[in-house]
């Protein structure tokens, strides 16, 4: 676990350069994110928060520059260490990317079967949990992803990014199409799993509720890369028109005066 | 870093668990049995459990130290967890609410009932997939003369893509297997009518059997296998994703948007595959012939006038778009039935392409006996 205050990186990203074909996503990014922190990763849409989770985990080579993941490159690791590095993170998608023929127990027991031999009963005791903590209700496990709503596939699909303890946990837009009592629950899951388990937490999000309620830093990507990176009230601060515009626009202002006067009922516009 | 470990001793009736090492979830595994087996025995007792010297633990430890401690009576507060540092109290808090196991699979009942059940279920299948089938024609055959009646709603570009990808594009798969085919059975042919001393009836053979089946059925396997596949898997990942909802509450019909096209684009150009496939057939049989035995092209060509009459080659065309129809119905339909999972849409191409060859067979049969009736 580790000690509370030290500013250990565990992904560093330098120099990033990704494209499809022509287009340029990201041009000399630079990114680090520290050890047992919650870091938020806003901005507008198609500015390729996506496409920056997927180049840190390995699934979208960058054209430039390097990534670095528990000090390590993780693009020039054999197939077998890049096994061995994959199952220290969670991934969970912005589509949930359940396995759709499996079930939702089946899906949170996938990884724990695969990378830890456990007997069954365990791993599906370990499920269960996980699938209880996320805030589904026990009836869920057996069913099929097909017959879930929206929402509650998110919270399977952050029920098997948890499924292995990892160290780093990345979340795509995970309180998207949350209601906003389960978004909450949500937010305290998170803080609360980060500060018994040591969790680092790379998360894509555009709630900015989640955003005041959870993270330790802010990275607004922008212009390909990142432009203000901080605590939210120094990112807050910075003059660039965006980050005005979405601090300062009324659902930002709702958001930061519901938390000013401390979850009492916030004024509306 | 050592794996977890725990050793249970009694005093005073008391029972006590010293956990050690580290309870990580890829330590737990060796433990599991004999801490269930544990649970069971403890039952009713009081159960103190000593995680002072414990080392590393992440959830499924909590999970497991948690769930030993609830298995026992905990009506009196002698049951608990010591030594707990701040930061496993936390976890221990974190996981305890949330032990109840739960449901991993649908629940299964009799395996003899769910035999039978299923038998029942696949008859009665075949019944309704049959009169399904029939109401999907008839949906297709009226959404085709609603829009008739508007020609400028028939969507040409697409009705176009279609003949292309699944007709154009197939043309040298089954020209080729057309050949083969031809060649063959010109070859098997001559072999078994030398022995009678009548190899000149090889071009009769060919002629005829290409012309009048093999031609057609090779054209419609190979469409069938092709593209009656393909549409399942692309109208049924549109299902998936939804694509077809969307259609239906944007006011578009997804039988006049997908299904139309797809049909008239398969109906029209089957005869014309089915043609070519007949046409390279007997070339195929020519070949052979002039290379293997001492019928010369010409005098293969002046035979095949002479015996075999035009109804053979108008047979083999006519069933062609008819064929064609069955595929793309059936391709279409089991497309439109595709449900939710990755699972299914494998299943329901699997199931497109047996169908459609299913029926063409027996739609080929049916033709075989009609035509003979009639004498044509
Ligand atoms: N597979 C792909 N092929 C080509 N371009 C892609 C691909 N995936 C993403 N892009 C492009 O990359 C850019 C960034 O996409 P990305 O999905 O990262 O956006 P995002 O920031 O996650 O947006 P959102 O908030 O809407 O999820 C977009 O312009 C998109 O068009
Ligand atoms: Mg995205």
């Not at chain 1, 990112?235 to 958001?255: C, K, L, M, N, T």
């Not at chain 2, 293969?300 to 009459?309: H, K, M, S």
């Not at chain 2, 169908?355 to 027996?362: A, R």
Request: charged share 20%; net charge negative.
């Amino acid at each position: 676990m580790a000690i509370e205050g030290t500013f250990e990186p565990v992904i560093e990203v330098e120099g990033l350069r990704t494209q499809f074909g022509d287009n340029i996503i990201h041009d000399n990014l630079d990114l680090v994110v520290r050890r047992n922190e919650i870091i938020g990763v806003v901005g507008g849409s198609g500015t390729g928060k996506s496409v920056l989770m997927r180049a840190i985990i390995g699934l979208k080579r960058p054209s430039a520059g390097t990534v670095r993941i528990f000090g390590e490159n993780f693009y020039e690791k054999t197939p077998r260490e890049q096994i061995e590095i994959e199952r220290r993170w969670g991934v969970m998608f912005q589509g949930g990317a359940l396995f759709s023929s499996l079930t939702v127990a089946q899906n949170v027991m996938a990884p724990i079967n695969e990378h830890l031999k456990l007997p069954r009963g365990l791993a599906a005791d370990i499920a269960a949990m996980k699938i209880s903590m996320s805030g589904l209700p026990p009836d869920a496990g057996a069913k099929f992803p097909s017959e879930l709503s929206g929402g509650m596939n998110k919270r399977a699909g952050l029920a098997r990014a948890l499924a292995l303890d990892p160290e780093i946990v990345f979340l795509d837009e995970p309180t998207a199409g949350l209601d906003p009592i389960g978004a909450e629950k949500f937010d305290r899951l998170i803080v609360s799993l980060k500060e018994s388990l040591g969790l680092t937490v790379f998360m894509v999000t555009h709630d900015l509720d989640t955003l005041h309620a959870t993270c330790d830093r802010v990275a607004v990507l922008a212009e390909k890369r990142v432009i203000a990176i901080g605590a939210l009230d120094e990112v807050r601060r910075s003059d660039h028109p965006w980050i005005q515009e979405y601090f300062s626009g009324p659902r930002g202002r709702a958001a930061l005066s519901a938390k000013a006067i401390d979850g009492g009922p916030a004024e509306k516009d | 870093m050592q794996p977890a470990a725990y050793t249970v001793d009694v005093k005073d009736g008391l029972l006590r668990l010293v956990a050690t090492g580290d309870w990580l979830a890829r330590h737990l595994g060796p433990l599991d049995a004999d801490l269930r087996n544990l649970e069971d025995d403890s039952v009713g007792r009081e159960l103190i459990i000593d995680i002072s010297n414990i080392g590393r633990i992440d959830t499924a430890g909590a999970m497991v130290l948690e769930r030993v401690l609830q298995s026992c009576d905990r009506r009196t507060d002698l049951s608990k967890i010591v030594g707990a540092t701040a930061a496993h109290q936390k976890l221990l808090q974190d996981v305890r609410p949330h032990l109840a196991p739960c449901e991993v699979e649908p629940a299964h009942r009799n395996a003899f009932l769910m035999m039978t059940n299923r038998l029942g279920k696949g008859v009665l299948e075949g019944y309704y997939v049959a009169i399904e089938i029939l109401n999907f024609i008839g949906l297709t055959l009226t959404t085709l003369l609603r829009v008739l009646q508007d020609p400028k709603r028939l969507r040409v570009t697409s009705i176009v893509y279609h003949m292309e990808e699944a007709g154009i594009d197939a043309m040298p798969i089954v020209g080729l297997m057309s050949f083969m085919i031809g060649a063959v059975v010109a070859f098997m042919g001559a072999k078994i009518l030398r022995l009678f001393n009548a190899e000149v009836f090889t071009v009769e053979l060919v002629g005829i059997s290409v012309l009048r089946e093999f031609g057609v059925l090779l054209a419609a396997i190979l469409v069938a296998g092709r593209s009656g596949s393909a549409f399942t898997a692309s109208i049924g990942t549109m299902k998936i994703r939804e694509e077809i909802d969307a259609l239906r509450a944007l006011g578009l019909d997804p039988i006049e948007v997908l299904v139309l096209p797809r049909t008239i684009a398969l109906v029209v150009f089957m005869p014309i595959l089915a043609f070519m496939a007949a046409i390279v057939g007997v070339i195929g049989g020519g070949v052979v012939a002039a290379a293997a035995m001492e019928i010369s092209p010409a005098f293969f060509v002046g035979r095949l006038q002479e015996t075999i009459a035009m109804s053979n080659f108008w047979v083999g065309l006519i069933k062609a778009p008819f064929f064609a129809f069955v595929i793309a119905i059936i391709g279409c339909y089991q497309g439109m039935e595709v449900e939710g999972s990755a699972e299914s849409l494998g299943q329901r191409t699997t199931l497109s392409v047996v169908q459609s060859l299913f029926v063409v067979i027996i739609l080929d049969a049916f033709f075989a006996m009609f035509f003979l009736e009639i004498d044509f």
